[in-house]
């Protein structure tokens, strides 16, 4: 099986702060399953960087804490070509809460930052979703 899987959880240090979520628990339950790793923040932004928010306005979009700016553009850009070169995917597990890879975890804000839900899904987490791959968080992938 080929599980397309959020970098930080391989112990990639690509969180926004330049950390990483290493998972060896699920690392453990994951073993012989082919991993391919992403991070579109990352890719597209660098790390460590400002971190970012979903906000619903007319969509949702990722939207920068520092400038304001939507990057939502770039990261949509990277989960297509990343579905684009990896088509026989079997299951994405992505960072839980992250605005990019949170499948059912992500906060979502309304445009005046007041949280409107826990159970958002992240941009490239949609991506997945809407090429019918079957996606997860990873907390919930261990339960």
């Given at each position: 099986?080929?599980?397309?899987?959020?970098?930080?959880?391989?112990?990639?240090?690509?969180?926004?702060?330049?950390?990483?979520?290493?998972?060896?628990?699920?690392?453990?339950?994951?073993?012989?399953?082919?991993?391919?790793?992403?991070?579109?923040?990352?890719?597209?932004?660098?790390?460590?960087?400002?971190?970012?928010?979903?906000?619903?306005?007319?969509?949702?979009?990722?939207?920068?804490?520092?400038?304001?700016?939507?990057?939502?553009?770039?990261?949509?850009?990277?989960?297509?070509?990343?579905?684009?070169?990896?088509?026989?995917?079997?299951?994405?597990?992505?960072?839980?809460?992250?605005?990019?890879?949170?499948?059912?975890?992500?906060?979502?804000?309304?445009?005046?930052?007041?949280?409107i839900s826990t159970e958002a899904?992240?941009?490239?987490?949609?991506?997945?979703i809407d090429r019918g791959i079957?996606?997860?968080?990873?907390?919930?992938?261990?339960?």
């Open positions: 099986m080929k599980v397309a899987i959020s970098a930080c959880l391989l112990g990639n240090k690509c969180r926004y702060d330049g950390c990483e979520n290493h998972d060896p628990k699920l690392l453990g339950k994951l073993e012989g399953y082919e991993l391919i790793a992403f991070c579109p923040e990352d890719f597209c932004y660098g790390t460590p960087r400002p971190t970012m928010d979903l906000i619903d306005s007319t969509e949702i979009k990722a939207i920068s804490n520092l400038t304001g700016a939507d990057l939502t553009p770039p990261i949509k850009e990277y989960a297509k070509a990343f579905f684009e070169n990896n088509k026989d995917i079997d299951l994405f597990i992505g960072k839980d809460r992250s605005p990019s890879c949170g499948v059912k975890s992500a906060k979502l804000y309304n445009k005046d930052k007041e949280l899904t992240g941009i490239m987490a949609k991506e997945a079957k996606a997860i968080d990873a907390e919930e992938y261990l339960l």
